[in-house]
């Protein structure tokens, strides 16, 4: 089911996995960024998702602002999700996936959940409804 759909990001929720999926398609301003990462959260808490998948390919490089929020605000909220097992793809902008990657290792404690980098869907949505 979608939850969220514009020309930026898309928000699903495949219930019969319980996989929440959320997929950057580009640029959007700050304020859509951190309006869309906080329904990101909503939306898994709702919903409950054991599962999630971030699809960020095609995702920008963030402006230092958004970068700081992301680290300081998101990722703490992120974290305590009851998630499983989270997958995520990372940007190809290299700039890009270097903040996403610095974002997370800046973290005093890691996940409380399983997580794994893919390079496609496919293999990302296989491990997280996979056999734990």
């Excluded at 390919?57 to 097992?85: E, G, I």
């Excluded at 990372?90 to 996936?97: E, I, L």
Aim: hydrophobic share 40%.
């Amino acid at each position: 089911m979608v939850y969220f759909q514009t020309d930026y990001l898309l928000l699903e929720y495949h219930a019969a996995s319980h996989v929440l999926l959320s997929q950057w398609y580009g640029k959007c301003s700050s304020l859509q960024y951190r309006q869309a990462l906080i329904r990101l959260i909503r939306l898994a808490r709702e919903l409950g998702a054991p599962y999630t998948i971030t699809d960020s390919r095609l995702l920008s490089p963030l402006d230092p602002d958004d970068l700081a929020w992301t680290r300081d605000v998101y990722v703490q909220a992120f974290s305590q999700l009851p998630l499983k097992r989270f997958a995520s793809l990372n940007p190809f902008d290299p700039a890009a996936s270097r903040q996403i990657q610095q974002v997370f290792a800046s973290r005093p404690h890691p996940l409380p959940f399983e997580t794994r980098e893919f390079d496609d869907l496919t293999s990302a949505y296989d491990w997280l409804t996979s056999e734990e």
